[in-house]
């Protein structure tokens, strides 16, 4: 270590993942041993794009000594990244610097790296920057073929989890389909499946090209069900990456002659005899204001109800929606019939044998 370095600040970045603590721990012990002073940063770079330097810690060997065995992170994480603009990254060094933070760790993903890399450029030396890759999705390009640490982990815990719905779906007679992190990358979806003897498993490497559709991903499970009916089982488990970024997207009756998407209207009621009519009509003139609206937008990615209110960056990038114009009272009218109906074909009940 230069002996003319004196702090080392600590930010956590990205998502979750085991061995957070296990890794605060050890640099916090180190760089003690080294004689450096140790400034814990809470929320990964989150309050530093501000210029904020009042959201940290000092910490000492006897407040990371037994961490390891805790789950989670105690300086917690953020997906704040400083990079996204000249000022931001201007007052993140800034910030470091008023903090007398001569030595970063940052511990994270991609994302995270990236934000490391650029502060240690735009800090110009004065901030030597050291990255601790984090990151269960396994997609960080290691020597030697080491994973990232949270990777072995998450495989378990997937892997346990997964077996577990392999279960459910023999006993249930039906196909289930596993959502599993990895960004771009399939290694976490790969790692299950293949510990847990899944069916299939679906990962985006196998596709070309840049844009994979759902139409796509439907025969390659349609062509696994088949081949189970042909051996004689009506069940099966498929796990796969989230990959939205590639995935076609696609909205039900958007064509010029169809009826529209159907739409699933969120509703409010107010009791005749509430005991707090005035409170209730507070919380919900509340929910239709522009503040909430906006929070479920981009919370949840919901089309607002209020037309004042843009939905979010996501649902904007479906193009037009087209909704189903059938008037609400036809939906009550045929309720009744509609479940009879589901009852008689015995949707609930399963596939046929």
């Known amino acids: 270590m230069n002996e003319s370095r004196k702090c080392l600040g600590i930010v956590v970045g990205g998502g979750p993942a085991p061995g957070i603590n296990s890794a605060i721990s050890a640099a916090t012990i180190e760089a003690r041993n080294q004689g450096l002073k140790v400034i814990g940063i809470y929320d990964g770079f989150e309050h530093l794009v501000s210029g904020r330097t009042d959201v940290v810690r000092e910490l000492r060997i006897e407040d990371v000594s037994r961490i390891h065995v805790q789950g989670g992170s105690i300086l917690r994480t953020a997906r704040a990244n400083p990079t996204r603009s000249p000022e931001d990254m201007q007052r993140t060094v800034t910030a470091l610097r008023a903090l007398g933070i001569d030595c970063l760790l940052t511990i994270g993903g991609d994302d995270t790296a990236f934000a490391s890399c650029s502060v240690a450029e735009s800090a110009g030396g004065a901030i030597r920057v050291a990255h601790l890759p984090k990151t269960i999705d396994n997609d960080l390009p290691l020597p030697a073929g080491m994973p990232t640490f949270g990777f072995e982990t998450a495989r378990h815990v997937g892997t346990e989890l997964v077996l577990t719905l ?168 045929y309720r009744k019939k509609a479940s009879e109906l589901v009852d008689k074909v015995g949707f609930d009940s399963g596939p046929a044998s």
């Open 166 to 333: 392999m279960e459910d779906s023999r006993t249930t007679n039906r196909w289930f389909v596993v959502v599993a992190m990895g960004r771009k990358a399939g290694h976490l979806a790969l790692g299950i499946g293949k510990a847990a003897g899944a069916t299939l498993t679906i990962i985006p490497e196998e596709f070309p090209g840049d844009r994979i559709s759902l139409d796509q991903v439907c025969k390659v499970i349609e062509a696994a069900i088949l081949k189970r009916r042909a051996l004689g089982h009506r069940d099966g488990l498929v796990p796969g990456p989230r990959q939205a970024d590639r995935v076609e997207r696609i909205q039900g009756d958007q064509r010029a002659n169809d009826r529209g998407s159907h739409v699933n209207i969120s509703g409010m009621a107010l009791a005749k005899h509430a005991p707090n009519k005035a409170n209730a009509l507070k919380l919900m003139e509340f929910l239709a204001s522009d503040e909430a609206q906006k929070i479920y937008a981009n919370a949840n990615n919901e089309y607002p109800v209020n037309p004042k209110v843009a939905p979010s960056e996501t649902v904007q990038s479906f193009g037009m929606l087209k909704p189903d114009a059938l008037p609400l009272e036809n939906i009550a009218k």
